[in-house]
């Protein structure tokens, strides 16, 4: 099978450790696809900016608005500066293993119409949308257990193979860029409706689905969530 180029693009706004920490992992995981990462500030402080690592940096037009706001709009930013077809997008709270880029390139050359999601080993801290999965292996940089993750990641790899079932979390993502810019792109910030507010992930998820899209979890695509990372410092 020959893999097409990707660009896995991720946000960061105030922590080298936590920029270090994703990169460590992309750096260290294997796969067949060429790569490239693309890291995007999202109104990035200087200690951000001083690593020399930022790719593109975003600033919205009011940096003072609400968080979410200015992470969806971001987002956006990121795939349109992106220069490859296919683009992932993941968090600086995650870290990856062997393998997980190659499984949603795969879904995705099998079935075009898919929208490909990895499985989050979330730490716990909050609740997750897939229980089963949660392990804590620490919640901070320093604290994170890297030996212990590679090896559950291989035996979860091994345990699952190629299955997949139905998508139940929303990052990290593989979307084609034109087609994220064609049916979506991310609302700016969460939308009031008579029946309750909708995250931008649901609002753009549905629109997917709307456009004949398959949302689907890629069972041998594992990445650590430590969950909320950056905003706890």
């Known amino acids: 099978m020959k893999y097409p180029p990707v660009t896995v693009a991720m946000l960061i706004y105030r922590s080298p450790e936590w920029l270090n920490f994703t990169l460590s992992g992309l750096v260290y995981s294997r796969n067949k696809t060429p790569y490239r990462v693309m890291v995007v500030g999202n109104d990035a402080n200087k200690e951000v900016m001083d690593t020399n690592r930022v790719d593109v940096d975003f600033r919205n037009a009011d940096p003072n608005e609400y968080y979410l706001n200015r992470v969806y709009k971001a987002w956006n930013e990121s795939i349109r500066a992106a220069e490859t077809d296919l683009v992932v997008m993941i ?19 099998q079935d075009p119409r898919s929208l490909p999601c990895s499985v989050l080993v979330e730490s716990g801290r909050i609740p997750s949308a897939m229980p089963e999965y949660v392990k804590d292996f620490g919640t901070t940089v320093d604290g994170f257990d890297e030996l212990a993750w590679r090896e559950h990641a291989k035996s979860l790899r091994e345990k699952n193979g190629g299955k997949k079932e139905p998508g139940r979390l929303f990052m990290p993502v593989l979307v084609d860029r034109d087609e994220f810019l064609s049916i979506g792109p991310y609302p700016p910030g969460n939308v009031k409706t008579p029946a309750g507010t909708v995250s931008g992930d649901r609002i753009l998820f549905n629109k997917y689905a709307d456009a004949g899209f398959k949302w689907i979890t890629c069972l041998d695509s594992i990445v650590f969530h430590t969950q909320e990372g950056e905003m706890r410092g």
């Open 91 to 109: 968090n600086s709270d995650m870290y990856v293993s062997d393998y997980w880029l190659d499984s949603l390139v795969e879904a995705r050359l």
